[in-house]
């Protein structure tokens, strides 16, 4: 198996992936929490069990809404009508 270790991710080549398939890949997620694809030598994809993926995105989901408060308590919002938001959206793009 043409696996070279990175700090703590383990790294399987798209060739490697190509003959032995999806095997590869839950073979180095039984050891680790993610596996690094390479393509031509070069870090490309990165695969984790969907149980971390959903921890990562709840992670994300609870930064957005404490930044979302931080922004609100700040003062760093606008009130306006639909119309208005619209119009304003819009001219930014």
Known sequence: MAVAATTTVTTVTANELKTRGISAVE???????EALISVRGKPRYVVMNIEK??????????????????DY???RY???????HVKRVSDDV
């Open 73 to 75: 308590k700040a003062g």
């Open 53 to 70: 993926y959903n921890y990562l995105r709840e992670l994300e989901l609870a930064a957005a809404i404490a930044e979302t408060k931080a």
């Open 27 to 33: 073979e180095t997620l039984q050891h680790n929490d």
């Open 78 to 84: 606008t009130q306006e009508s639909v119309a208005k």
